[in-house]
């Protein structure tokens, strides 16, 4: 499997699934989805664009990257978790308690369709390499 940048690896508010960043412009983003599928663009002014990379979430002092919670769910797998706010507990124990439980699921949803795709050891954030801008 290949090498995963989360900087490259987006969201896109109102759209399902992940998408993987090819080129950006002023105008907007040229995307793929993550399993494939053909290339999308989406525009600066029409949608909010997320890298999963710039993602962080409150602890109870300081903050964590979401690529340092996919380390830990990497480690222990969530198999048919009935009580999310248990589970991050046990992998991240100084997580916020207020984070909702909605965001704690979309955090699962990324990361079971980046497993499809990638290995998590394989995870870097590099904010520069090599982007291609037009």
């Known amino acids: 499997m290949a090498k995963i940048n989360l900087q490259k690896i987006v969201n896109v508010k109102g759209k399902q699934g992940l998408f993987h960043l090819n080129?950006?412009?002023p105008k907007g983003y040229h995307l793929q989805p993550l399993g494939g599928g053909p290339v999308v663009f989406i525009a600066n002014e029409r949608d909010k664009v997320?890298?999963?990379?710039?993602?962080d979430f409150k602890l109870?002092?300081?903050t964590i990257n979401l690529m340092d919670i996919f380390i830990q769910m990497d480690k222990n797998p969530p198999q048919n978790v009935l009580d999310l706010r248990s589970?991050?507990?046990?992998?991240?124990?100084?997580?916020?308690?207020?984070?909702?439980?909605s965001q704690l699921r979309k955090v699962v949803s990324w990361f079971s369709l980046i497993k499809e795709e990638y290995e998590i050891k394989e995870m870097?954030?590099?904010?520069?390499?090599?982007?291609?801008?037009?």
């Open 50 to 55: 997320l890298a999963l990379g710039n993602v």
């Open 23 to 25: 080129v950006y412009n």
């Open 124 to 134: 870097v954030n590099e904010e520069d390499d090599g982007l291609m801008i037009t």
């Open 87 to 101: 589970y991050f507990h046990s992998i991240i124990p100084d997580l916020d308690a207020t984070i909702p439980e």
């Open 60 to 62: 109870t002092d300081g």
